[in-house]
């Protein structure tokens, strides 16, 4: 049946409490830079009908050293207000206070303090490097971070790649972050963990994280078992740097619908990012993928749970509704897991069947 593929994918979300960030109203950056030549500029624009009203929050690297930034030129002591009128754009430069202090580093929150406003907040930072006498030798800009679970960074040099990783929830958690690196022929070359507690940023080259390593070519996997964000720069010989995508890998697992008396079986991929689940399904006959059976699916996870809906056949008489739940999935095993779905026809309105599924992750 057509809508088998889209069912299986949908099911398999990881459902861990997920810190979301409302899309619009929140803007995060894993890595600022200040002093000792550099600066970062906050370019924020507001598409909306209405005023934004929030907060910049600057967090330290670390927090037992003294960290001065300056905003435009105006002391910030942690947070600021912002507020940007309908159709405003924005910059905010960020320096140091105290130019004995060297650079220093950390990261951004920016967040509403009015989520029902009509305002739309989007934006971008670009760090600067300048000389001794104030000249610009280098610029880099990067996108926004996103809350996710795993990534994956490829390279052509593993020296010249740096990493920041930034752990921010409400509910004080730390995030425990393993990163698993392999050459360009697939070989695991070794494993780092990296343990961000609540509000921590941790800023490494990759050669840190696994010291004593000789390697040019290859990829980093990073796996949290909670949501954190990234920034990754790559370094060149003379200081020039440039920004590598940071952005949600694609995991694939093999899925299993029983119901109606049936066993159907499927390939799913999908991403999770900021608590949104994009991806889409491919049903398999004895592990083989069949042609034109690839389905879209979109998916949300809240409160601990994967709660989804999918539509299928709009407008026949088998128009139909999923409703997915899956609790308690762990993103960062392999082991099969289970959930349950309910399907309902649109025309008339009845349940058309209950079926429960098991995935098991490939990658």
Do not use: C
């Amino acid at each position: 049946m057509k809508y088998v593929s889209l069912l299986l994918i949908l099911l398999s979300v990881p459902a861990t409490a997920f810190a979301q960030v409302t899309p619009g109203k929140t803007l995060e950056f894993a890595q600022i830079a200040f002093g000792g030549g550099y600066e970062t500029v906050l370019n924020l624009t507001n598409r909306g009908t209405s005023a934004f009203s929030g907060r910049l929050a600057l967090f330290p690297t670390d927090s037992t050293k003294p960290f001065p930034p300056l905003v435009n030129g105006s002391a910030v002591s942690g947070v600021m207000n912002l507020a940007l009128s309908a159709g405003a754009t924005a910059s905010y430069r960020i320096t140091s206070g105290d130019a004995s202090a060297g650079t220093l580093s950390g990261f951004a929150r920016i967040l509403t303090t009015n989520q029902e406003n009509a305002s739309l907040l989007e934006g971008n930072l670009t760090y600067y490097v300048k000389s001794a006498d104030g000249t610009i030798v280098d610029s880099v800009g990067v996108a926004p971070s996103t809350r996710i679970l795993q990534a994956v960074i490829a390279f052509d040099d593993f020296q010249t790649v740096a990493l920041a990783l930034a752990n921010h929830n409400g509910a004080n958690q730390t995030a425990t972050t393993k990163l698993t690196l392999f050459d360009d022929k697939n070989t695991q070359i070794g494993t780092a963990t990296q343990a961000l507690a609540n509000d921590q940023q941790v800023p490494k080259f990759l050669y840190q994280f696994f010291p004593g390593v000789s390697l040019t070519k290859g990829r980093v996997e990073i796996q949290s078992d909670r949501p954190f964000f990234g920034t990754a720069l790559t370094f060149v010989k003379g200081g020039q740097a440039s920004s590598l995508p940071f952005l949600p890998a694609i995991k694939l697992y093999n899925l299993t619908l029983k119901g109606l008396g049936q066993t159907l079986t499927s390939q799913a991929y999908f991403t999770l990012e900021s608590g949104y689940v994009t991806g889409y399904g491919v049903n398999t006959v004895n592990g083989v993928p069949q042609p034109d059976s690839i389905e879209q699916i979109t998916g949300l996870v809240t409160n601990g749970n994967l709660e989804l809906f999918a539509h299928t056949d709009r407008g026949t008489s088998t128009e139909l509704v999923f409703y997915v739940l899956v609790p308690g999935f762990d993103p960062s095993g392999k082991s099969t897991q289970s959930g349950t779905a309910v399907l309902y026809f649109v025309n008339p309105p009845s349940v058309a069947a209950q079926g429960t599924v098991t995935l098991t992750a490939i990658n």
